[in-house]
């Protein structure tokens, strides 16, 4: 007769299959668990990145916001520095005109000065051996003349007579009439003559200047300027106001020298006033 079936065999079939099922659900979850942990870590990995990045970024924005900035005040301080520039070479340039302007009156002053001195020194005595000398120191130290003659009128004669030179052998100095040679010429003119090209290179045969001494209309005399010295290598504007000067104020003055050396310090009756009116 065969037994009857238990149910212990079907029974621990059921737990262990409960077991297992609950194993693997467990396992299951903690896997699912951990995979959610990996992909929490891995998201917040990510979020740190992006925020790192926008950190970056905005740092960068801010670092671009301050460039732009600088490149602002870089551009305004090149506009005030182009227009510092252009203030300052309108200051310069003033500066440059001023200073030849400053220059040009110096030189007009002293200029002014030697013709004040000049003629002051020539109209100053009547003494004719004194203006003569001064004649000389004139042409010596304002005009730089290292040889010259001066030569007077023989109206008798209608000779122009040498009687002072410096520079040069009297010896080798001789009458001129009238119209004859530079000399001869620039007397018979009233008109000066110089040389365009170094006056210290003038001879006695060629002379650098011949400056006629006018009085009224008519010449009673001419200078006569040999050379110059070295550092004299060409006449300028002060030299030709010079020689108008000579031209006109020694030969009154040597005029004047004269008469008086003649009449002494009688001046003439006062008579001869009341005709003016």
């Known amino acids: 007769m065969s037994q009857p079936r238990t149910s212990e065999g079907p029974a621990e079939d059921l737990g262990d ?3 297992s099922f609950i194993q693997t659900f467990f396992r299951r979850g903690a896997e699912l668990t951990e995979e959610l942990l990996r992909e929490s870590t891995q998201m917040r990995a990510k979020m740190a990145e992006l925020e790192a990045e926008n ?3 905005r740092r960068h924005l801010a670092s671009d916001d301050a460039i732009r900035e600088l490149l602002s005040k870089i551009d305004l301080l090149e506009r005030e520095r182009h227009d510092l ?3 300052a070479a ?10 030849k302007k400053f220059v040009e009156i110096e030189a007009e002053n002293a200029h002014l000065a030697s013709l004040y001195v000049a003629s002051f020194q020539l109209h100053s005595t009547l003494d004719l051996p004194t203006v003569v000398r001064r004649v000389k120191e004139l042409l010596n130290q304002l005009v730089g003349a290292r040889s010259f003659a001066l030569y007077l009128l023989d109206d008798d004669r209608e000779l122009l007579v040498p009687v002072i030179s410096q520079g040069v052998d009297p010896h080798n100095l001789g009458a001129v009439k009238m119209g004859e040679g530079l000399i001869g010429k620039a007397a018979s003119t009233s008109q000066s003559h110089w040389v365009e090209s170094d006056p210290s ?19 009673v005399g001419v200078v006569v300027v040999h050379s110059t010295f070295e550092q004299k290598n060409a006449f ?4 030709f106001e010079l020689f108008k000067l000579i031209a006109a104020h020694a030969a009154s003055a040597i005029a004047a020298a004269r008469l008086f050396a003649l009449h002494g310090s009688r001046i003439g009756p006062l008579d001869a006033f009341h005709e003016l009116d």
């Open 85 to 87: 520039m252009i203030r």
């Open 55 to 57: 950190a970056a970024l």
């Open 201 to 219: 290179f003038g001879t006695v045969e060629n002379p650098s200047a011949c400056i006629p001494l006018v009085l009224g209309d008519r010449s």
């Open 17 to 19: 299959q409960r077991d």
């Open 236 to 239: 300028v504007d002060l030299d």
């Open 90 to 99: 309108k200051i310069e340039a003033n500066e440059e005109y001023y200073g």
